[in-house]
């Protein structure tokens, strides 16, 4: 069946990273038998000059449709002073509000080519993919009580509140373990039950599931701080960490630098799925919309376009196109391309199109 994909390219560099990405669409269609049609919204402050709106209830609804949606970057000076409801950002949330995408996926993928560029040592990184899976629509930055109080007597106090229902981390998990079975099979649930109430629910309820559906997929359980330590001290013991959202937060930049710079880092955001197991999906880079060297023809696709390989990989079970699609990423850093924000002594240095283009010619080499 024909899948859809609604393409939101937004503000800044949005448009130039993401013309990449569908330059590499398109040659899985052509040369993969990839049935898929493409369409186009504004969204961020594209959209807001436009229509006044930052979204609007036409594009939320064809993004419902789609089985996957692609998103540049929103935002920029320009739109610094608009009224809230029209921010670029309004629109990147009522997104993900409106298509309930509670789970965020960070993966920290480590080409040979760039091992040398991260902080920790070549044998340490190299090699290294980790799928960082975390709860976004709950937990402590969502939780009531979250106020601050007077308490008159001089000293004010400020309360958050950590809330998790069983629901929510059902839910969750699995994600979590769906994607391990289509990776290493491995899952690490990641919670402080020594001191969190919520904690000790995380590590039952993750049990209760794994008992019920996923005894194929080996979970083991880890506190949140000890994870810290370990991502940094030996991060290739991980396949999928699922986590809370606090600690997702904090966790997944932390495995996302072990790696490399904002231009290299893709990520996706899912929805529950449907009777027909057809999930909501947001798939966009990291970075943002890059005002500093917008039009410039220099960002670096390279976020977007492994954005493209979670999709084929994630919604459109298409594994083995995601690997080669990541090969000829490798193979062109390995050929010492660089676009201006991974540039190392001795390589040569490309723009955004040219990134594009050599991208293409290893996917035709290696097909
Ligand atoms: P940014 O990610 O846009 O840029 C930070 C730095 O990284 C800049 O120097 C930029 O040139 C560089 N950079 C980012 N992506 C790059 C790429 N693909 N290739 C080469 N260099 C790249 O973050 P910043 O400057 O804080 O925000 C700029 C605008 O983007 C703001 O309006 C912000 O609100 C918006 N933003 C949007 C996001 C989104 O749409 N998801 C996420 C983050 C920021
Ligand atoms: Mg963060």
Redesign the pocket.
């Known amino acids: 069946m024909t899948k859809k994909i609604l393409i939101v390219a ?5 448009p130039e ?1 993401m013309g990449e990405a569908e330059r590499v669409l398109g040659w899985y269609k052509q040369k993969r038998g990839f049935d898929v049609t493409v369409e186009h919204e504004l969204v ?2 594209c959209c807001y000059d436009k229509h006044g709106v930052a979204v609007t209830d036409a594009t939320i609804e064809k993004a419902k449709a789609a089985d996957a949606v692609f ?7 320009k ?2 002073n608009v009224p809230y409801e029209g921010r ?2 309004a629109g ?1 949330l009522r997104l993900r509000k409106d298509l309930e995408l509670f789970a965020n996926l960070r993966p920290a993928l480590c080409f040979a080519a760039l091992a040398d560029a991260s902080s920790l040592k070549r044998e340490i990184v190299e090699g290294l993919d980790i799928m960082i899976v975390r709860e976004l629509t709950g937990g402590v930055y969502f939780g009531e009580p979250k106020e601050i109080t007077d308490l008159g007597n001089g000293e004010r106090r400020g309360v958050d509140t950590q809330v998790y229902t069983t629901h929510e981390i059902r839910r969750i998990a699995e994600v979590a373990f769906d994607l391990a079975r289509k990776r290493g099979n491995r899952v690490m649930s990641v919670e402080k039950r020594n001191v969190m109430k919520t904690g000790v629910l995380w590590y039952e309820e993750v049990a209760k599931l794994h008992a019920e559906k996923f005894a194929d997929v080996k979970l083991d359980n880890m506190l949140a701080d000890n994870c810290a330590m370990q991502l940094v001290r030996n991060p290739k013991q991980f396949d999928v960490i699922v986590t809370d959202n606090l600690f997702g937060d904090v966790l997944s930049d932390i495995a996302s630098m072990l790696t490399g ?4 880092l893709p990520s996706a955001s899912l929805g529950a799925k449907d009777a027909n197991g057809k999930a909501n999906a947001m798939y ?11 039009g410039t023809g ?7 376009i492994l954005s493209l390989a979670m999709a084929l990989r994630y919604t459109f079970d298409r594994g083995a196109c995601a690997d080669l699609l990541e090969k000829a990423v490798d193979a062109v850093l390995a050929n010492g391309l660089r ?4 540039m190392q002594p001795g390589m040569t240095k490309v723009g ?1 199109v040219a990134m594009g283009d050599a991208i293409l010619k290893e996917l035709d080499r290696l097909n």
């Open positions: 937004g503000d800044g560099i949005g990273v961020g402050g998103l540049g970057a929103v935002g920029g000076p739109w610094d670029p950002e990147l710079s904002l231009g290299m966009e880079p990291v970075h943002g919309s890059a005002p500093d060297i917008a220099a960002a670096n696709p390279i976020a977007s676009t201006g924000d991974i955004t």
